[in-house]
């Protein structure tokens, strides 16, 4: 689940610690990196965990409903098709979900007047509406109601992250890469593979956590010759006028572009120009992206670019 486009994002913001904090070894300092990086796999599992809940939420109400003390025909005789959801009988029943459960003790149990009016906003929507009042309903009709119903409830949702910012400071700035990664398990599963559903593993491959490590060990390692080509292509600015967010960020994409000759420098250029965008001053993006590219064309003419 954790891909590239997280790593660097995480990379910069332990490094930008790690220089905050001076008495910090490179070593406890990348034990955070992979301690960040295991939370955001925390989050896509409570995500996961949360359509889980808003469906129990919806079982709790309608039972409720039909042992009031003076209960209507539609309380007695309810539309149970959120409920009966295929999909979401397949998700709760998931074995590597409900193990995260278990092992990390996590639950949307003490957040259950959010899960309520979330559930209100879902019930309200056109949506939902609509496949409560479809004649009949197929496995895929199940799964796609809750992409739309994620999607458009739960990765756009400002009170979801306040929530998580609450609950975990590792979640700042994961939300809307982990909410891609939801939505991709979403439209993976498939009814034959039953609770054995599996899901998106935390590390794609062994590949992924090597170039993590790397990364951030080459980023630091290697500081003084990265701020060494910055300086050299300044022109008329003085180093020491520079946003520092910007020579991190810059520093960072250094040590990707010297360090990995697989990985094309407009990939690497193009991500980081977004890490500024994120981090940084309105115009850095713009000056990082025009400074990365000036060292680039400077290391080409020196033959000191390996690229394949």
Known sequence: MINRELIRLKVVQVIYAYYQNEGKSVEAAEKELFYSLSKAYDLYNYLLLLMVEL????????????????????????????????????????????????????????????????????????????????????????????????????????DIDELLEEQSLYWNDDKTIVDTFVLKTIKRFDPENGDGQELLPEFRDDEDKEFASKLFRNAINNAEAYRGLMAGNTKNWNMERLAFMDILIMQVALAEILSFPSIPVSVSLNEYVEIAKMYSTPKSGGFINGMLDTIVNQLKKENKLNKA
């Open 55 to 158: 469906t129990r939420f919806a079982d709790r109400r309608i039972d409720n409903r039909r042992h009031k003390l003076r209960p209507t025909y539609e309380d007695l005789n309810p539309n149970t098709r959120f409920i009966d959801n295929a999909f979401m009988a397949q998700l709760a029943a998931n074995k590597q979900l409900e193990e995260f459960g278990k092992n990390q003790k996590r639950s949307w149990d003490d957040e259950s007047e959010f899960v309520k009016r979330l559930f209100e906003q879902i019930e309200a929507s056109d949506v939902y509406q609509a496949y409560m009042a479809k004649e009949s309903l197929t496995y895929e009709d199940d799964r796609e109601l809750w992409r739309k119903l994620y999607r458009t409830f739960i990765a756009q949702n400002d």
